[in-house]
């Protein structure tokens, strides 16, 4: 069974940093690619940042590079999302998910297997 489990959210003041965990198992996690997503209020899912499965190709959404970092550990089955200067506006639930191919995508559609997700609140 799949299973994507996110962690590390919570409440913050703006310009703080949070980093989320997703921990995988019950698949090869080192083949897929990964990514992070959010969902605010009111709002529809968008991407946030991917991953390729050999950690060499990353790609961010405009709202977040720069400030925002992912990375994996294939030993540990995990994916991060390290998350700095935060602002109000990335309040949301994060999720990750996995692609079901090695490439990554900023595509949602393309992701197959995703976690509950975790609250990521940031008070101004």
């Known amino acids: 069974q799949v299973q994507l489990v996110e962690s590390g959210g919570g409440l913050v003041q703006t310009g703080g940093s949070l980093r989320l965990s997703c921990v995988t198992s019950?698949?090869?996690?080192?083949?897929?690619?990964m990514g992070w997503f959010r969902q605010a209020p009111g709002k529809e899912r968008e991407f946030v940042a991917t991953?390729?499965?050999?950690?060499?190709?990353?790609y961010y959404s405009d709202s977040v590079k720069g400030r925002f970092t992912i990375s994996r550990d294939n030993a540990k089955n995990t994916v991060y999302l390290q998350m700095n200067s935060l602002k109000p506006e990335d309040t949301a639930v994060y999720y990750c998910?996995?692609?079901?191919?090695?490439?990554?995508?900023?595509?949602?559609?393309?992701?197959?297997?995703w976690g509950q997700g975790t609250q990521v609140t940031v008070s101004s």
């Open positions: 998910a996995r692609r079901y191919i090695a490439l990554p995508s900023t595509n949602s559609g393309y992701y197959d297997y």
């Open positions: 019950g698949l090869t996690f080192s083949s897929y690619a």
């Open positions: 991953i390729s499965a050999n950690e060499r190709t990353t």
